[in-house]
Structure formats: structure tokens, C-alpha cells
T-cell receptor, first 117, second 113 residues
């Protein structure tokens, strides 16, 4: 079964608009972390934002915010005021706390975002 | 700045060759990971390591092995390369703990002919 599901292979958004990238996850671990990464065409992986499973508030980092709905097991990324430089591949990832060993970091299939004028 | 360095940016190998992909990190991270990235499939975890000489299988370990003899170095080994192992390989490292983000290398594009 997929641990991380990103159902939008591609998205378009106009410059200055907000966009939501969907991510749902599956885990039985009560303690986990959720991450979003950006991968521009250059190929580097850039960490954007983190949400812990016990965090009471939704995470925010500048124009990025995470809409965390624990009961629905979703962790959607919201980008406000989109810019041309936001055009990239976006990956959702989950880190589960495996008892006594390293915590596995699992990624989704990604969403390609294209920002248009 | 955290640095994760992969030994090669591009590699071309022949079918059946033994291939070594090297990754070095300079942040004293406990955890290291190897992923392969293919279009439409995202990043798939091959192996990860949480300490020297310790390793765990990821989701697609078949055809691969790993070695971690020193804390800063994590090697991915393709025992007998096949064309279906043509891919982008990404190494990452992180501190222990669920809240710590992983830092990635620049990737190695491996082509097996």
C-alpha cells in the first residue's frame, strides 16, 4: 500500500494566486513527521516545511503553509502568492519513528507545478 | 552549510558490471539514505542506515546492496548492473529523530547500456 499519495501529477496556477498541493498518508505510528520538498529543474532537493504529528498548529514558513488534518491523514501544502520561481516538482514525505532504529523517510510520487503569467 | 556529496554526477556502465555509488556527508549525521528517482514514480527508498555498519532495506532493495564502514560515507552497490537500473540516484542524510529534515546530494544519473 502507498504510504504517501499525491494524486495531482501536474498543476497550473497563475502568478500571484494561491495553490494547494494535496498529500495523504498512511501510518499506524502515532508519532511521525511530514515534510515537503521542492525540486526545481536543476534537480536539487530543497526542504520547505515540516509538520509533526503532535503539533497543535499548522506549520508555516513564509509563503508556505501546511494544512494538516490528522483525522483525514492529509497534509496539503499551500503556496500563497505564487511566483514564477515556484515552478518545480513538489514532493510530500513522511518520517515514521521505527522503534530502536532509524526512522524511515518515504516520499510520494510528486506534483509538478507550473506557474503562468 | 551541510554538504552531501555524491562521487559522480553522470555514470555510464555496461550490463553485468559491478557499480559503486559513493556518498559522503560532513554533518556527523546518524542516518543516511539511498533513493532512486524515476519519472512518475517519485523517490523510492532502496536502503537506509542508522549507524556505522547498520542498514535496513527500503522499499526496492532487490539488485542492490550497501556498505557503511564509516559514519560519513554510505555506498550503494549494484552487484550486476542491469538496464532497468538506469535511473537518477539520490543520497540523503539526516540526524536521528522524526522532526529532522534530510539533506540531499546532487544526484547521480546512471545509465546502464
Amino acid at each position: 500500500a502507498q504510504k504517501i499519495t499525491q494524486t495531482q501529477p501536474g498543476m497550473f496556477v497563475q502568478e500571484k494566486e494561491a495553490v494547494t498541493l494535496d498529500c495523504t498518508y498512511d501510518t499506524s505510528d502515532p508519532s511521525y513527521g511530514l515534510f515537503w520538498y521542492k525540486q526545481p529543474s536543476s534537480g536539487e532537493m530543497i526542504f520547505l516545511i515540516y509538520q509533526g504529528s503532535y503539533d497543535q498548529q499548522n506549520a508555516t514558513e513564509g509563503r508556505y503553509s501546511l494544512n494538516f488534518q490528522k483525522a483525514r491523514k492529509s497534509a496539503n501544502l499551500v503556496i500563497s502568492a505564487s511566483q514564477l520561481g515556484d515552478s518545480a516538482m513538489y514532493f510530500c514525505a513522511m518520517r515514521e519513528t521505527n522503534t530502536g532504529t532509524a526512522s524511515k523517510l518515504t516520499f510520494g510520487t510528486g506534483t509538478r507545478l507550473q506557474v503562468t503569467l | 552549510d551541510v554538504k552531501v556529496t555524491q562521487s559522480s554526477r553522470y555514470l555510464v556502465k555496461r550490463t553485468g558490471e559491478k557499480v559503486f555509488l559513493e556518498c559522503v556527508q560532513d554533518m556527523d549525521h546518524e542516518n543516511m539514505f539511498w533513493y532512486r528517482q524515476d519519472p512518475g514514480l517519485g523517490l523510492r527508498l532502496i536502503y537506509f542506515s542508522y549507524d556505522v555498519k547498520m542498514k535496513e532495506k527500503g522499499d526496492i532493495p532487490e539488485g542492490y546492496s550497501v556498505s557503511r564502514e564509516k559514519k560519513e560515507r554510505f555506498s550503494l552497490i549494484l552487484e550486476s548492473a542491469s538496464t532497468n537500473q538506469t535511473s537518477m540516484y539520490l543520497c540523503a542524510s539526516s540526524y536521528r529523530g522524526r522532526s529532522t529534515e534530510a539533506f540531499f546530494g546532487q544526484g547521480t544519473r546512471l545509465t546502464v547500456v
